[in-house]
């Protein structure tokens, strides 16, 4: 892995920890050295409970960005994606505005 893929690869986590500092204070990147975290895949740590694994770049298909553009709503109403690769099981793909919405009223 590039230098360039690194950094943008830190870039993109600090965003996520960025987002969620508000509703998680404690939210932050996963360190190198903390081994039990960087085997589970787990990039940012948001509690003991939750962890996010951060995608940027080529490697996130263009494909989900254009299926999450043909369900949009009106202004309150929430929408995702349901999708399948043949073999696999079933994903939910949503705005991140959205999906925050979703786990704070779950959290409440």
């Not at 903390?34 to 263009?62: C, N």
């Not at 999708?83 to 939910?92: I, Q, T």
């Not at 505005?97 to 704070?104: A, G, P, T, V």
Request: glycine content about 8%.
């Amino acid at each position: 892995m590039s230098k360039s893929q690194r950094t943008k690869g830190h870039r993109g986590e600090l965003e996520v920890v960025h987002h969620w500092k508000d509703t998680f204070p404690k939210a932050h990147r996963h360190l190198e050295f903390q081994a039990s975290e960087a085997e589970k895949g787990i990039d940012v740590i948001l509690t003991d409970e939750m962890g996010v694994q951060v995608k940027i770049g080529k490697q996130v298909p263009k494909k989900v960005y254009d299926f999450i553009e043909q369900i949009q709503g009106e202004e309150g109403e929430f929408n995702w994606v349901e999708c399948r690769r043949d073999g696999k099981g079933w994903l939910a793909v949503l705005r991140w505005e959205d999906f925050k919405k979703l786990l704070l009223q779950a959290i409440e």
